[in-house]
């Protein structure tokens, strides 16, 4: 398996208690998609792998998009994990594009199922979208896996337990 970036930095950077920016100047820079899979076309035939992890915070959206059209567009053969967000761009059409391109596991940080934490941690996510981008990756025979913080400051129990019950009712 053949570690990648898409990108440096994130394109969220709002995560109150995260520190990933600063390692990068706090500035995005997503790499040009055709220019990526130049990258994993060569590494592919170079190493004789087929299997890539995106090695990004999070792989936006528009990226992941523009590199499974690319991917399929030239038949590469090529199965894929990769960090995301859980973003309202997310359709059930793009995850079964991204199933198409290999796509194989998302990581995505939910981190509470709590929306008084969400909004403390400035998440930005909403629990609808976490129940139907889940269902469509799930659909679309992507696995998805969820990071969760317990103990996020101000934590009470109930809001702890709220998002175990929110996981365990969500899951398939």
């Known amino acids: 398996v053949l570690p990648l970036l898409s990108s440096r930095g994130c394109y969220w950077g709002r995560c109150t208690f995260c520190d990933h920016s600063f390692g990068y100047s706090g500035k995005y820079r997503p790499r040009d998609t055709g220019l990526l899979y130049n990258d994993i076309d060569i590494l592919k035939n170079k190493y004789g792998t087929g299997f890539f ?5 999070g792989v936006s959206p528009r990226s992941i998009s523009a590199l499974s059209d690319k ?3 030239n ?26 391109a290999g ?14 934490i969400l909004a403390c941690m400035d998440k930005g996510i909403k629990k609808e979208n976490v129940r139907k981008i889940c269902k469509y990756c ?9 990071f969760l913080i317990f103990g996020f400051p ?13 996981v365990l009712a969500n899951s398939s």
């Not at 799930?138 to 969820?146: C, F, M, N, R």
């Open 53 to 57: 992890t995106f090695q990004d915070e």
């Open 71 to 73: 991917i399929i567009e």
């Open 75 to 100: 038949d590469l053969n090529i199965s894929w994990l990769a960090d995301s967000r859980f973003e309202p761009a997310f359709s059930e059409e793009m995850s079964r594009k991204m199933a198409r």
């Open 103 to 116: 796509c194989k596991m998302l990581y995505f940080g939910l981190e509470s199922g709590n929306e008084r």
């Open 138 to 146: 799930s659909d679309a025979g992507i696995w998805t896996h969820l």
């Open 154 to 166: 101000t934590e009470t129990p109930d809001e702890a337990k709220e998002t175990m019950n929110f």
